[in-house]
């Protein structure tokens, strides 16, 4: 099936490879052998073609999809995208986890920070009360010496 460049977009940005033996001889509108490319850009970016030899600096328009008759490659990449998804799936499970410990521990920072603001208060309210019983014990000294001075001054 030949058919234009427009069909894959974007084919300047492929790369060709050669033969690995794994497809059957084609060839190209210049009955050259084709080479297999894989597709850089566009929805269909990681899908392999086969494609003329001189291609882009001739005018054969020679594409054909790859049959996949090959389906380790899918095997494969169908691994690693399920390993990938529960490495990721592991992750999220252990950053809930450790957000649901954080949270625990910001509960009980919250109450500790409460249970400190009013010892904080009563802490205040006793330095407030010691202030005013010194003023008021250092006033008591001195009426007293000034009494004591008072009464000593009479007897004389």
Do not use: H
Not at 84 to 90: C, G, Q
């Amino acid at each position: 099936m030949a058919t234009g460049r427009n069909q894959f977009d974007g084919s300047p940005a492929s790369s060709s490879s050669s033969r690995g033996g794994f497809y059957a001889t084609t060839r190209c509108n210049f009955g050259l052998d084709e080479v297999v490319r894989t597709v850089k850009k566009g929805p269909n970016i990681g899908s392999k073609f086969f494609g003329c030899p001189k291609w882009p600096d001739t005018e054969c328009n020679f594409m054909k999809w790859v049959d996949c008759t090959n389906g380790d490659d899918l095997r494969f990449q169908i691994f690693e995208r399920e390993t990938t998804i529960a490495e990721l799936e592991m992750q999220k499970s252990m950053l809930e986890d450790k957000v649901k410990r954080l949270q625990g521990k910001k509960g009980n920072f919250e109450e500790e920070v409460q249970e400190m603001k009013a010892e904080v208060s009563q802490l205040r309210i006793e330095l407030m009360r010691s202030s005013r019983n010194e003023y008021n014990l250092t006033m008591a000294l001195f009426c007293s010496w000034l009494f004591f001075g008072i009464v000593v001054l009479m007897f004389k």
